[in-house]
């Protein structure tokens, strides 16, 4: 049953550490701690996205920095309350890690595989400049009745075709998690600069539709 869950969220990002384990929580007297990996794009930029690591797979207390890791695991979220509501929040949650010399450039450096449930009504719109945007929430299921919610973002045909997606429905998603500044208010005068976390979807489908194709072949 575990194996099987396991295989429904899947993530393999590779990139270099830039900054410290942080202490992140303790279950079970297992220590868990947060490190950030800059994983590069083929624009040329990058994305900055948090691993959760335990302390059992690697020493915490060393300076990775500069370290190129491939990391192999889950993209999980969960609620943490602040200024009076839940923020989701969303890290790739480390199973194996293996340090590497170098990452070569035709390495597939962030692919996510995720198979879950359409959780809120999918959010189509268009950009100023007429770009076609949809806002996809997928629930993904955990081990012991969990799940973990995944923001994704289509673009063009994508968005096009989940526009008309309805809640419940089965989804099979493909693509790379990406993260995302933005300006919060805090108030009148205060502004924040935050960053957010989603998966910018490349390819999607139906479980129902997929499974209905294999048996008309």
Request: proline share 2%; charged share 30%; aromatic share 10%.
């Amino acid at each position: 049953m575990t194996d099987k869950v396991i295989e429904n969220n899947q993530v393999t990002i590779m990139g270099e550490v830039i900054g410290d384990f942080t202490f992140s929580h303790e279950i079970f007297g297992e220590g868990f701690y947060m490190v950030d990996v800059e994983v590069a794009r083929l624009s040329e930029s990058y994305d900055v996205i948090p691993v959760m690591v335990s302390e059992r797979l690697l020493d915490v207390n060393a300076d990775y920095r500069g370290s190129n890791l491939c990391v192999m695991g889950q993209f999980r979220s969960y609620n943490r309350h602040e200024e009076k509501k839940n923020k989701l929040v969303l890290s790739v949650f480390a199973r194996e890690i293996e340090f590497m010399d170098t990452i070569e450039e035709s390495a597939k450096t962030n692919q996510i595989f995720l198979d879950g449930y359409i959780c809120k009504e999918p959010v189509y719109r268009k950009t100023p400049l007429g770009r076609e945007i949809a806002d996809l929430l997928l629930a993904v299921n955990r081990p012991y009745g969990k799940s973990d919610y995944i923001p994704c973002i289509c673009w063009g045909r994508n968005a096009r075709y989940v526009s008309s997606f309805t809640v419940g429905s089965r989804c099979l998603v493909w693509g790379r998690i990406q993260s995302r500044e933005y300006v919060k208010k805090i108030s009148e005068e205060m502004t924040e600069k935050r960053v957010a976390y989603e998966v910018s979807v490349s390819k999607l489908e139906l479980a129902d539709e997929e499974e209905g194709d294999e048996e008309q072949e």
